[in-house]
């Protein structure tokens, strides 16, 4: 069985305890690979690769960090296939999604970041005849970024790509369920021809090898997305001391249908916003609340919609819903439903596993659940949706408002007043009016409560991922 190493100062080694954990891939319940769990001496390794490497790269032109970075998108693009193969067989993900989204998205960011990095200028400010301040950005240091498994390397590259590019030396750990294309990206990173120590990935436990980046005193920035408990431990360990930390955790997101939308449109569109990815998406609405009067025209033509998705096998192209990503998180989807039924939710179609080998759940759409059930208020985070009834736009504002969470929020009306009033009035870091998942990647990304601090995308990493220093000279 193939086993997958960490990747130090420019080279692929074993961890130093010799110590691994299965790989399993979901869509057979089968372990396919072995990945390193890494432990502190391991991190030792990568913080004096990162350290060595850091005062170069740091005071390289910002034009050959572009140029490096630029390359390692160009390779991402011509191994597409390879890493899409990878990408699906460690999550579940349909293979047709991996290499339309995952992977596109994946050399998106680094070519992102590459361009960014070139058109980025900081503040100054002049007092005429007194002073000029201005404000000098520099690298934070040694940055920990810490993924998760979901969108592998979609999300593990968003926050690698702007440490790199602002001149940070990165740490960085994927998901344990998730770490192929991470542990791939190292040689493309050599090809690219980036400096040995300027990006180490490690791999491993999250309660290890990820709690020890982030309490390690050399990192100086945490950039964590995942679940919103593990965030909180995260939250609390960096504070200690002092570090930056930007934190994208859950949702449990509505989805709003009001009674003047293009039905047609709202329902596609909903289909695809409850169930892409399994559902394992943070931006995926799971609460859809629909305008009283039609609630039951929406239900049907949903409903008929989702006859439509078919459940298997993630390397067949007719595949529309995968495996989740691990048995336990299977598990805790089903105990979930289970949950619904006790607090008198019907289950419309779905509500079990498939009776087959593998990780895979069927789509599930419930109704008649009271809005604050902990159905309706805990993330799920797999193909599981409620239908809600609202009777007025101030009813559907105080459900959408009415969990701990402010990760994003759909809105479906043809009045431009009310997408706008609503749009102010509910508590979300991200708000689609008739569309759900399209974003200019210059504009900020996260959410608002407990869906995290902090924003990612365009200049907000950039300015994450750097230490501003005011400069001040008399005139
Ligand atoms: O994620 P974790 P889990 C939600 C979703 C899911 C729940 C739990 O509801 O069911 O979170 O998922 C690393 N210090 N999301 O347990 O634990 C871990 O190794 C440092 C939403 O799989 O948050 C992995 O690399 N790191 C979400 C990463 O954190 C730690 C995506 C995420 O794992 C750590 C995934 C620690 N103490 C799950 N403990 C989203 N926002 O998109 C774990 N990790």
């Not at 440490?163 to 690219?192: D, R």
């Not at 950039?223 to 965030?231: D, I, K, N």
């Amino acid at each position: 069985m193939q086993k997958i190493q960490n990747f130090i100062n420019g080279k692929y080694v074993d961890p130093v305890k010799g110590e691994y954990i299965d790989n399993v891939e979901p869509a057979t319940g089968k372990a396919f690979a072995q990945v390193p769990n890494s432990s502190i001496e391991d991190l030792e390794l990568a913080i004096d690769a990162a350290q060595a490497a850091f005062p170069a790269w740091s005071t390289m032109s910002v034009d050959k960090r572009s140029r490096i970075l630029h390359k390692l998108a160009d390779l991402i693009e011509q191994n597409l296939d390879d890493y899409a193969l990878m990408e699906s067989r460690d999550n579940g993900k349909p293979l047709w999604l991996a290499k339309a989204v995952d992977i596109p998205r994946a050399s998106t960011n680094f070519r992102f970041y590459a361009s960014a990095i070139v058109n980025f200028s900081t503040e100054a400010q002049v007092s005429e005849g007194f002073m000029v301040n201005y404000t000098r950005r520099a690298p934070v240091g040694i940055v920990g970024c810490i993924s998760p498994w979901n969108l592998p390397l979609y999300l593990f590259s968003w926050k690698i790509a702007p440490a790199l590019a602002m001149g940070n030396c990165v740490i960085a750990k994927p998901s344990e369920l998730t770490p192929m294309t991470a542990y791939l990206l190292g040689k493309l990173a050599n090809e690219a021809e980036m400096p040995a120590g300027v990006l180490n990935i490690l791999h491993g436990e999250g309660k290890g090898i990820g709690q020890a980046i982030v309490e390690h005193e050399a990192t100086k920035a945490i950039s964590f997305t995942g679940g919103t408990a593990t965030g909180k431990i995260v939250g609390a360990t960096a504070s200690q001391q002092f570090k930056k930390v930007s934190l994208e955790l859950g949702g449990k997101n509505p989805n709003i249908i009001f009674a003047d939308c293009d039905l047609d449109e709202a329902v596609k569109t909903s289909v695809k916003s409850s169930f892409t990815n399994q559902g394992e998406i943070c931006l995926c609405g799971s609460r859809i609340l629909i305008e009283e009067s039609i609630y039951e025209e929406f239900k049907r033509q949903f409903l008929e919609e989702c006859e439509k998705l078919v459940v298997g096998d993630p390397m067949d192209p007719k595949t529309t819903t995968g495996a989740l990503v691990s048995e336990a998180h299977l598990n805790k989807v089903d105990s979930y439903v289970q949950l619904a039924r006790e607090e008198g939710g019907t289950i419309l179609t779905g509500g079990k596993k498939l009776d087959r080998e593998g990780f895979y759940y069927e789509p599930t759409v419930i109704e008649g659940l009271d809005e604050n059930c902990r159905t309706n208020q805990e993330e799920i985070f797999g193909p599981v949706v409620t239908l809600n009834k609202f009777k007025s736009e101030e009813e559907a504002i105080e459900v959408a408002n009415s969990t701990r969470y402010g990760l994003s929020c759909t809105i479906w009306t043809s009045n431009l007043q009310r997408a706008h009033r609503v749009a102010h009035a509910v508590q979300s870091g991200i708000i689609w009016v008739n569309c759900w998942l399209v974003r200019d990647l210059r504009t900020p990304f996260g959410g608002m409560k407990d869906s995290g601090i902090g924003r990612e995308g365009g200049d907000e990493a950039l300015r994450f991922f750097s230490e501003p220093q005011n400069i001040c000279i008399k005139l």
